[in-house]
């Protein structure tokens, strides 16, 4: 290293929005596993339930595009809902190839306890936010995922 040269400093892991970012996930999923449990769910689950909540039927490739993973892990998700009896597969009349996919009866009854244990921590991350912080922090997440996900 030259004399003149500064060494680099390393910056705070609490000064880098990605090391918080993933700290908060890792803290959500842990929560949400827990909470979610009781259901037979884990919190990887979830975007899947989000995308099917609406009662209607989707496509594989429509789950990987709306829960943004690999194909892989959406088959190997997809697999122990199945076995679970989370979700139900049925030949899609469009596409003798395809199947569609949607939450299995017993899901859509435990949909609004699955849903009020999701709101509660959700509530637990707000503890120290005003709702209007809280409302404004999902803003700006929105946002940096954008940014994440337009590559240049």
Known sequence: MKEDSKPYKWPSRTDSLGYMVN??????AREMDEALRPFGLMSGQLPVIFALAD??????????????VEQSTMAKTLSRMERDGLIERKPDP????STT????PLMSVRLPEVAAA????NARSHTHLSEEEGERLLDLLHWAIKGLAERP
């Open 23 to 28: 700290w908060a996930a890792r803290l959500f």
């Open 55 to 68: 009662g209607k039927t989707r496509s594989q490739r429509e789950l990987v595009n709306l829960a943004a």
């Open 94 to 97: 469009n596409d003798r190839r």
């Open 101 to 104: 996919i949607s939450l299995s």
């Open 118 to 121: 999701v709101a509660v921590i």
